[in-house]
């Protein structure tokens, strides 16, 4: 079993720091705390079960975000032919 700080996990799976902390509070990942140099580190110990989990999370967010930026534009694109046209129609009226 590997065991990574959480500043490693968060770099390893692009996940902000506060977002491991969160995981580990809601004893999602677990972890082990050890005194090195009269500090108290945590480390999070790597097993395939939860890796597997986290990762099937992030791909899961990351498609939800891929869709709605796709929907975003498209709604933008509506928004300037709409505006494009009303701007024809007032330099008509002028």
Same mark, same amino acid.
């Given at each position: 079993?590997?065991?990574?700080?959480? @500043?490693?996990?968060?770099? &390893?799976? /692009?996940?902000?720091?506060?977002?491991?902390? &969160?995981?580990?509070?809601?004893?999602?990942?677990?972890?082990?705390?050890?005194?090195?140099?009269? &500090? !108290?580190?945590?480390?999070? +110990?790597?097993? !395939?079960?939860?890796?597997?989990?986290?990762? &099937?999370?992030?791909?899961? +967010?990351?498609?939800?975000?891929? +869709? +709605?930026?796709?929907?975003?534009?498209?709604?933008? /694109?509506?928004?300037?032919?709409?505006?494009?046209?009303?701007?024809? @129609?007032?330099?008509?009226?002028?």
């Amino acid at each position: 079993m590997e065991k990574v700080t959480i @500043k490693a996990y968060a770099l &390893k799976h /692009k996940l902000s720091i506060f977002n491991v902390i &969160k995981m580990i509070k809601a004893q999602k990942l677990k972890t082990v705390v050890v005194k090195e140099n009269g &500090k !108290e580190v945590t480390y999070i +110990s790597l097993d !395939e079960k939860t890796e597997h989990e986290v990762k &099937k999370k992030i791909t899961a +967010s990351s498609e939800k975000n891929k +869709s +709605s930026v796709a929907d975003d534009i498209q709604f933008l /694109k509506d928004e300037v032919k709409h505006l494009k046209e009303e701007i024809e @129609k007032l330099k008509n009226n002028i």
